[in-house]
């Protein structure tokens, strides 16, 4: 009888051991505040990505929460997509009536970005990390960070107050407390007010087009998740739904940029019906991607 009940209790704690074990393998990582970092110049880096050295020495690139500065490099069709889906929100889509006139004006304001991030980080900076992947393109490495400045403020809020990005992309809990809707609120009332004060890119913005220029680009991507049907992987194939690039995720069927943000902002995942839990994933779309996703640990 002793025995039985020292099995069952070892039998108890063995269980209870290996759901802590799965649970905080698919736990989101704490944020590390990592203090004294420096902005490393690159030919590529832009606004909202850009190379650091932490104070160990150690390099990294990173990738602002919450923010999207305008694409300077174009290096295929999505950044292709990418810059036309950017002209189109800010209303500059047909700057001038002239296609090359509203790509370079575009081009113009992302490196203002680029060179704004790298003027107000000068000076040693901090950094809020919990090195999530932050992928956008499967083949460059980066993780998502809150960036603050060497006076305390934080550069994803100041590069929509100047009008050099808008309020878009993935978004969490930040380190002060404040939870992902009230951070992704704060950084659209900024834009809100940056377009009343017509700051950087708003200043171009043509407002009688703009409604119309967001409409094709809504139009565009429905297009694009109907012409995907089964999306882009064969019959078979899968990806690891918690560690998948942005470019990845939007191989799945019915899965746009958007989505694919949001999928990113939801992780981790430990089985299929915890998609539903994603801001507009029905069980429609649960029923295309579930037999392409693997839920192992990254």
Known sequence: MIFL????????????????????????????????CVYIAEDWADGDSFRIKTPDGKELTVRLYGVDCIETIILDKSDVDRLRSQRRYFGIENYNENLEDSIKLAKGFGNDATETSERLLTKPFTIHTSFADARGDARFERVYAFVITSDGKDLSAELVSKGLARAFGVARATLDGRSRDDYQAELTDLELKAARDEKGVWAQTNWEQLPAERSVQRRDDREAEIAKGGGKLKEGETIKINSASRDELMQLPKIAEGRANRIIEGRPFHKLEDLLEVDSIGKTILEAIGPHLDFSVP
């Open 5 to 36: 009940k020292c099995l069952e209790l070892r039998v108890g704690l063995l269980i209870a051991v290996c759901s802590f074990l799965v649970t905080l393998a698919f736990s989101q990582k704490p944020f590390e505040e990592i203090p004294g």
